[in-house]
Structures are given as C-alpha cells and as structure tokens.
C-alpha cells in the first residue's frame, strides 16, 4: 500500500497529514503530530453527489443553493452508528476507514457546493441560474464521542488550527472565491450529530455578508484600531496579541468575537505567538460559555478571513453566535428579525463582557 503523507512545517510545529481516497472517489485527509499509516479498513464503493443549483433572489440581490439531496443526510444517529467515529474492524464502517486518527476533514457526503457540479437543467423564466460549484467538508476534532472545543485540550486545538490553515491554502489555490471554516453547536442551532466536529465551505460566488465586509475595510474601516477605542467595557479577555470582546454592535445575547490587535487577512497570517493565543481563546470561550450557563452552550461559529484578491485591507474575526439568553431561554429569530435583518438583542454587550468576564 502506498501511503500518502505529507510533512508539513506549521505554526502549531511539525505535522504530518495523509491523503486517502475513500472508495466512492471522496478525499479524506488526516492531521496529526504523528504520521499517520494504519491500514484502511474496507468500505463500501458508490457515486458522489454533486447536483443542485444557485438561484438569484432579485429583491434581497443574493444567492440561495437548493441541494434537495441534503434532505437524505444523517439525522441523529445513535452512538453506535456515529459516522463521525474511527471504524471499528469487523464492525460497521464510518466516513472515516481507519482504527484511530488525531483529527480528520474530508468530503461532505451531502455536499451544497461542489466542484464538479453541474449547470442547472432547469429553466425559470426571467430568474438568474448557476451551478453551484465550490466545495463542502467535514472537519472532525477528535475520535471521541463526546467533547468541545473547551475540552479536547490545547494540543488538538493547536492542531485544528493548522489544519484550517493548510485547507485555506488548498481552497484558494484551486479558484474558490471564499473560505468559511464555521461550526454549529446543539440541537437549539439545528445539529443532528453530536460528535465534536465543523465544517468547511468553499464559495465560488461571494456571499453577500462578505461583499459588505470587504467594502467597508476597502473603504477604511479600522476594526482593530476601533476595538481598542472601546475600552474595558467591552472586553472579556485577552491572549497573545488578541482580544476577546463583545463588540457593542452585538446582533446576539453574549456574542463575542475574537480580533487580532494588529490587524491579519486569515489565520494564515498568524505568527506562532498568535496562533497559539487563537486556539486558546476558542476554547476558553467555548469554556466561559458553558460556565455561564451551566450546560453546553449552543452557538454558531465563524471564521471570517478574507475572500480572494481582499487580502490588503480585510481583517480576520472569529465570531461566536450563541443561542441562549438565560440557561433555559433561546433566542430565537423571529418574524421581524427574518423578514428585515434589523435584530432586537435582549442583553447589552457591555453586561455580556462583564458576565463572561468575570468567570
């Protein structure tokens, strides 16, 4: 067997990542501080998903993808059939072939996006089309059943973090236009598996939140610098050359974001000094979350780096939606919040700093 393994010099030190093609032509690649040459176990062949389309919405000026394949994605699995887990020999297969593995991205099963995607076969008069390329993965932190980013401990985040790093790079390189690593914690958010893990999407079209990011920094917004005119009030904590802060223009209770002081386009940029600090403050955040509720917190997390060709002004931010008010209040985005985008936010960022600061 011919194993492909790659040596790789990062911020987070010396890794090795391994790329294996599963048996339905999938890519898989797996991080870790060790190389990585277990035998695959056998799996099962079959045709990729690659169908859908993008849909122009002439009022609101964006994209929507229809994948009405999605539909048949797991939901929910029991413990024992978590797709997400080491395969077991003898046992049933998982997306992941192997015995054991440190941290593993590969394709999603049930892509939005994807490469090789077709152009739409449908015709609606008068409304814009396009083939839904770009790409989906799946990023799973750890074999284990059960944990956060809290939990799984500083090695692994570290880890995490060069691995998005090295797919940032891969994306970009081949043509996508936006890289969005992002997760989405507890059912409350809409998650139907429950092993610690995110995602990666790859756009070749610019979403619309992004179009408006990229042209305030091109026009002179200074987030980094207005950061620091904010004062106290509105930090929770600090590490490495970034800060923890709810920014006052919070769209959610005890939103957070992470910003570098001197201001970087991705995590690509980071120094080791940074990067380090970076996958601290992600679960010392994830942490303060949990304490502060006394359970899990459901969120949404997000890492805006910049899109191609905005290197030079945008500045990187990871944003933390949680999705509670009070331990057993959600926030929930109702009628007028869908239908304008203007939110109604019942905890003043300043009082989330505080709270969050304190534990």
């Known amino acids: 067997m011919t194993v492909d393994i790659s040596k790789l010099e990062t911020v987070a030190g010396t890794l090795y990542r391994r790329h294996f093609v599963k048996a339905d032509s999938r890519s898989l690649w797996l991080y870790g501080y060790e190389a990585h040459e277990l035998e695959p176990l056998a799996e099962e062949g079959g045709e990729p998903i690659h169908g859908g389309s993008l849909r122009w919405h002439p009022l609101r000026q964006e994209w929507n993808v229809y994948a009405s394949h999605r539909q048949n994605r797991t939901f929910k699995p029991s413990a024992a059939n978590d797709p ?30 994807h490469p090789d995607a077709s152009a739409p076969t449908e015709s609606i008069p008068g409304m814009a089309l396009h083939r839904p390329g770009g790409k989906c993965e799946v990023v799973v932190y750890t074999p284990a059943l059960e944990g956060s980013l809290a939990t799984i401990g500083q090695d692994r985040r570290r880890l995490l973090v060069a691995a998005w790093i090295d797919r940032y790079e891969a994306l970009f390189a081949q043509g996508h236009k936006f890289v969005l690593p992002f997760e989405s914690r507890g059912e409350e958010v809409g998650v139907t598996l429950h092993h610690p893990h995110g995602q990666i999407y790859a756009f070749d079209v610019l979403p619309p939140v992004q179009t408006r990011m990229a042209a305030a920094f091109r026009e002179g917004y200074d987030l980094s610098a207005e950061m620091q005119s904010w004062g106290e009030g509105y930090e929770v904590t600090r590490q490495g ?10 769209r959610f209770p005890y939103e957070t974001w992470i910003i570098a002081e001197e201001a970087v386009p991705g995590p690509w940029a980071f120094r080791a000094e940074q990067a380090d600090a970076f996958a601290h403050l992600l679960g010392d955040l994830t942490r303060r979350y949990d304490a502060l509720f006394g359970r899990p917190t459901p969120y949404m997390l997000s890492l805006h780096a910049a899109p191609a060709g905005e290197e030079r002004t945008f500045q990187f931010t990871a944003q933390f939606y949680p999705l509670l008010r009070s331990p057993d209040k959600v926030k929930y985005l109702a009628s007028v919040e869908q239908s304008t985008g203007l939110f109604t936010i019942d905890i003043m960022p300043e009082q989330a700093a505080a709270a969050l600061k304190d534990l």
Request: no cysteine.
């Open 84 to 113: 997400l887990a080491p395969s077991k020999p003898g046992g049933a297969m998982t997306e992941i072939p192997f015995a054991d593995f440190e941290l593993a991205i590969f394709d999603n099963k049930f892509p939005s996006f």
């Open 241 to 250: 050359g970034l800060r923890a802060v709810a920014p006052p223009f919070a």
